[in-house]
């Protein structure tokens, strides 16, 4: 790492601006008799505060909702651990802000909804809602949130105050939890407004309390629906937000438990949905007793039955930053299929339209963060660790160091070799959509994709049966080269050089449900070994469809039995190398065991391949794909 002078900052004027004193030695701690600051080093604040000796108090800060309907308004519960200098020397400090609803009191064993069903619902078929397990323990989007300690423990003693907060309706806070809507949202909100004086902040005995201690910036982090109250906060523009870092955080609610119609799963999550995780963070004797009316309206508006786009879902859509002051890093597993990756792509992509300051920082890794170890190395040569990063970028937001970092590249993505490698933005600006076409030369013989036109006489059609009820999305993607009656599969010949994709994959159908009048619809993008190859095939991305959405995710129009209807959607966005010597593959099949509900099989399926194809983001476009 390149070594930079010491830069001591020795004071904080009445706006918040702060003085810096540059020394090419190291800088000491400022002593007793003079006004307290931070200490740079490196272009990151240096741990010089005690942490033993800092204040921590609990604060209730009234907020403008009344989500229990109690004629009061809601009050959420606050922890705050400062440095003592903040009281003693009146020295203001920013603030790095995690909320949470899940910090004590959550409901262990809250029953989930079945997904065994005769036939979809979209077919006018309702079925009730019961418990998979009689104990299904600690599930919800996240089991295991952000503990106490971690934030406060390093930013603490580097000059920051620490707050950690208890969402609407959950732990020590009042209300009803109401999972991400506008009350969620405001409940937030109202806590940044307290730092900047601009709401009320309680004691547990009633008297007022105030932040006088705030420089006003705030800075918000925290991973999952930690990560996801940041992004809720930031789309109201609210001053004060400095900026903020979601880690595998949801920007669309609805493309958490649905995908294009369809009723879809977080991963490892069968049968959750938006009122089990309220009844998870409200803990039982809430959601069961005053909060139970709100418990029931979110289990009716959901709507499991189209999962179609409504009012309910947009009022969880945080897909519009037309308003967002803060900056975002934002940070994602590649391989998350809790918190799927078109939500960081879809954040990412309106931050971009409205010009937001943003860095991103993409892993290997699933529903985590990248690990604070993590290193990555610059054009320049500086080597730095996920969590200095993450240090410098509040640095630089909230106490205005001068630490380079919005000079650096703006992407991290960790390749499969897990080396982290910049780039310029993402996707990769040389990304071009690529179409292949589906070709088949019998009714059940794997198919092929083809760059380019496909021979004229391609006109077989090709058909399979639903059984994946039974049959794991494991089983429907192997032994690609041989038929199989339950899916489709469609291969590229062998590649003759490394093809790397950035962005989001499209699935183009052209296919008719032959004896019924709803089915699932999922296409999996495959990377497979050269023909004949026994290595396990590795599943890249994934997607999913309600044919009867195939207009709107608003909309459900019913099918007719047997008639071909044009279908495309997108599958979860992805940087991803295919090795040479390796085929591209597409498995199209029915219901996903891991994600979608499940009928009784027996659902016929037909295909065009003629007037279907796969669109692909390749890096380098058309010339990049070489077989």
């Given at each position: 790492m390149?070594r930079?002078?010491?830069?001591?900052?020795?004071?904080?004027?009445?706006?918040?601006a702060?003085?810096?004193?540059a020394?090419?030695?190291?800088?000491?701690?400022?002593p007793?008799?003079?006004?307290?600051?931070?200490?740079?080093s490196?272009?990151?604040?240096?741990?010089?505060?005690?942490?033993?000796?800092?204040?921590?108090e609990?604060?209730?800060?009234?907020?403008?909702?009344?989500?229990?309907?109690?004629?009061?308004?809601d009050?959420?519960?606050i922890?705050?651990?400062?440095p003592?200098?903040?009281?003693?020397?009146?020295?203001?400090?920013?603030?790095?802000f995690?909320?949470?609803?899940?910090?004590?009191?959550?409901?262990?064993?809250v029953?989930?909804h079945?997904?065994l069903?005769?036939?979809?619902?979209?077919?006018?078929?309702?079925?009730?809602?019961?418990?998979?397990s009689?104990?299904?323990?600690?599930?919800?989007a996240?089991?295991?949130p952000?503990?106490?300690?971690?934030?406060?423990?390093?930013?603490?003693?580097?000059?920051?105050?620490?707050?950690?907060?208890?969402?609407?309706?959950?732990?020590?806070?009042?209300?009803?939890?109401?999972s991400?809507?506008q009350?969620?949202?405001?409940?937030?909100?109202?806590?940044?407004?307290?730092?900047?004086g601009r709401?009320?902040?309680?004691?547990?005995?009633?008297?007022?309390?105030?932040?006088?201690?705030?420089?006003?910036a705030?800075?918000?982090?925290?991973?999952?629906?930690?990560?996801?109250?940041?992004?809720?906060?930031?789309?109201?523009?609210?001053?004060?937000?400095?900026?903020?870092?979601?880690?595998?955080?949801?920007?669309s609610?609805?493309?958490?438990?649905?995908?294009?119609?369809?009723?879809?799963?977080?991963g490892?999550?069968?049968?959750?949905?938006?009122?089990?995780l309220?009844k998870?963070?409200?803990?039982?004797?809430?959601?069961?007793g005053?909060?139970?009316?709100?418990?029931?309206?979110?289990?009716?508006?959901?709507?499991?039955?189209?999962?179609?786009?409504?009012?309910?879902?947009?009022?969880?859509?945080?897909?519009?930053a037309?308003?967002v002051k803060?900056?975002?890093f934002?940070?994602?597993?590649?391989?998350?299929?809790?918190?799927?990756?078109?939500?960081?792509?879809?954040w990412w992509?309106?931050?971009?339209?409205?010009?937001?300051?943003?860095?991103?920082?993409l892993?290997?890794g699933g529903?985590?963060?990248?690990?604070n170890?993590?290193?990555?190395?610059?054009?320049?040569?500086?080597t730095?660790?996920?969590?200095?990063t993450?240090n410098?970028?509040?640095d630089?937001?909230?106490?205005?160091?001068?630490?380079?970092?919005?000079?650096?590249?703006?992407?991290?993505?960790?390749?499969?070799?897990?080396?982290?490698?910049t780039?310029?933005?993402?996707?990769?600006?040389?990304?071009?959509?690529?179409?292949l076409?589906?070709?088949?030369?019998?009714?059940?013989?794997p198919?092929?994709?083809?760059?380019?036109?496909?021979?004229?006489?391609?006109?077989?059609?090709?058909?399979?049966?639903?059984?994946?009820?039974?049959?794991?999305?494991?089983?429907?993607v192997?032994t690609?080269?041989?038929?199989?009656p339950?899916?489709l599969?469609?291969?590229?010949?062998?590649?003759?050089?490394?093809?790397?994709?950035?962005?989001?994959?499209e699935?183009?159908?052209?296919m008719?449900?032959?004896?019924?009048?709803?089915?699932?619809?999922?296409a999996?993008l495959?990377?497979?070994?050269?023909?004949?190859s026994?290595?396990a095939?590795?599943?890249?991305?994934?997607?999913?469809?309600?044919?009867?959405?195939?207009?709107?995710?608003?909309?459900?129009?019913?099918?007719?039995?047997?008639?071909l209807?044009?279908?495309?959607?997108?599958?979860e966005?992805?940087?991803?190398?295919?090795?040479?010597?390796?085929?591209?593959?597409?498995?199209v099949?029915?219901?996903?065991?891991?994600?979608?509900?499940?009928?009784?099989?027996?659902?016929?399926?037909?295909?065009?391949?003629k007037?279907?194809?796969?669109?692909?983001p390749?890096v380098?476009?058309?010339?990049?794909l070489?077989?």
């Open positions: 390149r930079t002078p010491h830069l001591a900052l020795v004071g904080v004027g009445v706006t918040g702060l003085v810096l004193s020394s090419p030695v190291a800088a000491k701690p400022a007793a008799s003079t006004t307290p600051g931070i200490v740079v490196d272009g990151m604040t240096q741990p010089v505060f005690s942490l033993a000796d800092a204040i921590e609990r604060v209730y800060v009234e907020t403008p909702v009344d989500t229990d309907g109690d004629g009061r308004r009050r959420v519960a922890d705050i651990s400062r003592r200098e903040t009281a003693t020397e009146g020295f203001k400090v920013p603030v790095i995690e909320h949470s609803p899940y910090r004590k009191g959550t409901w262990g064993s029953p989930y079945s997904v069903v005769d036939e979809l619902p979209q077919n006018g078929v309702t079925h009730p809602s019961v418990s998979l009689a104990d299904v323990e600690t599930q919800g996240v089991t295991k952000n503990l106490p300690g971690q934030l406060d423990d390093y930013y603490v003693p580097r000059g920051y105050a620490v707050v950690l907060g208890q969402s609407v309706g959950t732990g020590d806070s009042d209300g009803c939890p109401t991400g809507d009350a969620e949202t405001l409940g937030t909100k109202a806590v940044i407004d307290w730092l900047n709401a009320k902040g309680y004691d547990a005995n009633g008297a007022p309390v105030k932040a006088d201690w705030s420089t006003g705030v800075g918000m982090t925290g991973a999952s629906y930690n990560g996801t109250l940041p992004n809720q906060v930031a789309t109201t523009g609210v001053k004060g937000l400095k900026t903020i870092v979601p880690v595998a955080a949801i920007s609610w609805y493309d958490y438990y649905r995908a294009n119609g369809l009723v879809v799963a977080p490892g999550y069968q049968g959750e949905d938006a009122d089990i309220a998870y963070t409200a803990g039982r004797a809430r959601a069961e005053h909060c139970a009316d709100e418990m029931a309206k979110l289990t009716e508006e959901q709507d499991r039955v189209t999962g179609d786009y409504s009012k309910f879902w947009a009022d969880r859509d945080y897909l519009d037309k308003k803060a900056s975002v934002v940070v994602h597993g590649l391989n998350d299929w809790n918190v799927r990756t078109e939500q960081f792509a879809g992509d309106e931050l971009a339209k409205h010009k937001v300051p943003r860095k991103l920082w892993h290997q529903h985590s963060s990248p690990g170890t993590a290193a990555v190395t610059l054009p320049d040569g500086q730095w660790t996920y969590k200095q993450e410098r970028w509040f630089f937001w909230l106490w205005n160091v001068p630490n380079g970092i919005m000079d650096e590249p703006t992407a991290v993505v960790q390749r499969e070799d897990r080396v982290n490698t780039y310029a933005n993402w996707p990769d600006p040389a990304t071009r959509d690529v179409k076409a589906l070709g088949a030369t019998d009714a059940t013989s198919g092929t994709l083809i760059a380019g036109k496909r021979p004229k006489d391609a006109t077989v059609e090709q058909s399979f049966v639903d059984n994946g009820r039974t049959l794991s999305p494991n089983a429907l192997a690609p080269d041989a038929a199989n339950n899916r599969a469609y291969l590229t010949p062998e590649l003759t050089q490394d093809v790397r994709i950035s962005g989001r994959a699935m183009r159908l052209r008719a449900i032959e004896n019924k009048s709803a089915a699932n619809l999922t999996y495959v990377n497979y070994g050269p023909a004949g026994t290595a095939p590795t599943v890249v991305t994934r997607g999913w469809l309600d044919p009867q959405n195939r207009k709107d995710a608003a909309r459900t129009e019913p099918l007719k039995q047997g008639k209807y044009d279908l495309k959607w997108t599958l966005p992805k940087d991803y190398v295919f090795p040479a010597g390796n085929r591209i593959g597409v498995v099949f029915s219901t996903d065991q891991a994600y979608t509900l499940l009928p009784l099989g027996g659902t016929e399926l037909r295909v065009a391949p007037h279907s194809e796969l669109r692909l390749v380098g476009g058309q010339k990049a070489a077989f």
